[in-house]
Structures are given as structure tokens and as C-alpha cells.
């Protein structure tokens, strides 16, 4: 046995480590504000069942009613845009004063350049802008890095952009996975806390209390598009066998986004010192109602402070989250001094949760 090997062996499994991913912290940060989008396209269950897809079972195993498909002449770019420029507008934060930009995606216009760069271009903006490519956690993954940049003083003002046309992923003949899935955009803006101590009586100034970012590749094969990359080419025998449309193992991944959803909040919010039922709401990623009534179940706190919207949109992947903090912030359901507990997860596989105080 070589040197590589025995390492190899000795290394602890997820399963015997205390906590599954790294830890960390960023005070001083708040959520400026937020905004998204999605096209006005709308598919029902009923729509789908022109395909031969079955309205009653995709309600009864994900929740999901309709989503949102982009049309032909829609990239991931548009959707991105129109979600920042609400979101701009909605935070009063001119594009002079953005000084990175961060797109989430695992679906962008082209390989290169990137999503972000071309977002970049037309919004007029002079910042430097790459994407970040997490999948359903990619969000959370763009969200702590600009939190970073923020927190170490080298940027004022970041756009945070979680976007996918996931209808462009997926087969139209996999009569189980198709309907999951939607397309849309969410951003917010991440800025230092102006407001200190006196965010609200006794709450403490805002910040990303405690947030743990997590990856387990050895997993990788349950949620896979195989050909198109340096891999697998995409060859015609590719496109024959649907290998560049994403591949899932519902039933593994299911089992996995709720332990993995259970063990990292309990992880997040003992390291804040903060107990679930102090949470003023949880916004997990979308994919399937099950997996959020399951996870919420173990965690302890009532349906009311659970953020769900996949009923319309289905499981955006990247967009998933800022979707859905956009639509609290418009009803009211966040304000200040707010404990919100945020986790997305899912291809990687990876994860990120994280206890934010708004």
C-alpha cells in the first residue's frame, strides 16, 4: 500500500465526522435588498399531461402544481438581468456603486464567457463578475463569498444572482423528472451593516452568524448530466441515449438532502448559540415538498415559518433560494432583527446552510 493509500483509508467517512462540512461566520453583513424573476410562461400539471406525465402523482410525490419555462429565444442572461435590475431598484443602489458581481448557475449562455460577464455588460456596470457553479447549493455558495468581500473591506455592494433554465436540462420524455423542474432568477445585494448594534432591541447587529458549506463528490453519480464536458464528448450516440440531460437517483438524493438539511442546521445554529424555535423563518431550496416537510419535522418548528413556493415554480436549482427570500421580503414575512435559516443542497453533491440575522 502506497502513502496515497493509507491516507486514503485512514481519512474519516462523512458519517464519523462531527460535522459534515466547514464552518464559519461573517458579522457585519445585511441584505440590502432583493429581486427576481420569472417568464411568464407558465406550465401546468394538466400541460404536462399531454407528455403522458400523471398531474395527481407529481402533486402527491413533490407538491408541485406548475412552473416556469423560459421561451426559445430566453438564455439564463435575461432572466438574470431583469432580476437585478428589481433588484437594484428595490435596494436604491445605483450600478456605479456594484463592485462584484456573482452569478449562480449551472445553465449559462455559453461556456464561455460567463454568465456573470455578460450580465456584467448590460447592466453597465464596472465590476469584476464570474460565476459560481453549485448547482442547487450555488446560491448559498455566491451568498458567503460575497458576504467575504464585504466583510474584509474590498467591496461596498454585491450583486448576488441565482439563476437556471432548468427546462433545458432536463428530457421531456423522463415522465418522473421533467415536471420537477422550472426556470427563473432571484438576486439580492450584499452590503456592510450600517446600523450596528441598533438593529432592534437586544437582537445584536446583522450578519451571517453561522453558515457551514459542505461537498461530498463520492455522491456525485446520483445527479449527473454525463456527456458534454471533457469527459464524454456529445457525440450522436450520446444525444441518443439522453446522456446531456441530467440523470437523477430520486430516492438516494431524497434520503440525503434530509439528512444532510438535519445535521447542518442543528450544526448552524449551535455554533450561533441560537435555538430553532428563535428562527423567524426557513427558506430551504425548493425541490420537493416532501424533503422540506421531512427536514422542517426534524428540525422542530412550525409550517408557518417555512418559506415554500414550489407549488408555482418547482425546483429552480440555483434560483431557488433568492426566489424565495424575494418573495418574503415582499410580503413582509422578514424584518429586522430576524433569525432566517437558509440551506440549499443538491448536485456535487454539495450543500451550504446558513443562520443570517436580517
Known sequence: MNETDASEEN????????????MGMVPGVRILGSGSFVPDNVVT????????????WIVRRTGILERRHATEDQATSD??????????????????????????????????????????RRLGAFAPAMDVGAA???FMYALTTAAQFVANGNAKRVLVVGADLMSRLIDPNDKKTFPLFGDGAGAVIVGPDDHGD???????????????????????????IPAGGTRMALTDRAKEEGLQYL?????????????????????VLHAAGVDASELGLVVLHQANQRIIDSAVSDLGVTADKVLVNLDRYGNTSGASIPL????AFEDGRINRGDYV????????LAWGTALIRY
Open 11 to 22: 481519512r474519516p467517512t462523512p458519517e464519523e465526522k462531527s460535522t459534515r462540512g466547514r
Open 45 to 56: 400539471n394538466d400541460d404536462l399531461a399531454e407528455l403522458g406525465c400523471d398531474s395527481e
Open 79 to 120: 432572466l438574470c438581468y431583469e432580476a437585478a435590475t428589481r433588484c437594484l431598484e428595490n435596494a436604491s443602489v445605483a450600478i456605479e456603486d456594484i463592485d462584484l458581481i456573482l452569478v449562480a448557475t449551472i445553465t449559462p449562455d455559453h461556456f464561455t464567457p460567463s454568465t456573470a460577464c455578460h450580465l456584467q
Open 136 to 138: 442547487c447549493a450555488g
Open 198 to 224: 441598533s438593529v432592534s432591541e437586544g437582537s445584536g447587529p446583522a450578519g451571517i452568524l453561522s453558515y457551514q458549506l459542505g461537498s461530498e463528490g463520492c455522491g456525485g453519480e446520483m445527479l449527473c
Open 247 to 267: 440523470q437523477m437517483d430520486g430516492r438516494n438524493v431524497f434520503k440525503w438532502a434530509v439528512r444532510v438539511f438535519a445535521e447542518s442546521a442543528k450544526d
Open 324 to 327: 424565495a427570500l424575494d418573495e
Open 341 to 348: 435559516l437558509l440551506c440549499g443542497f443538491g448536485s456535487g
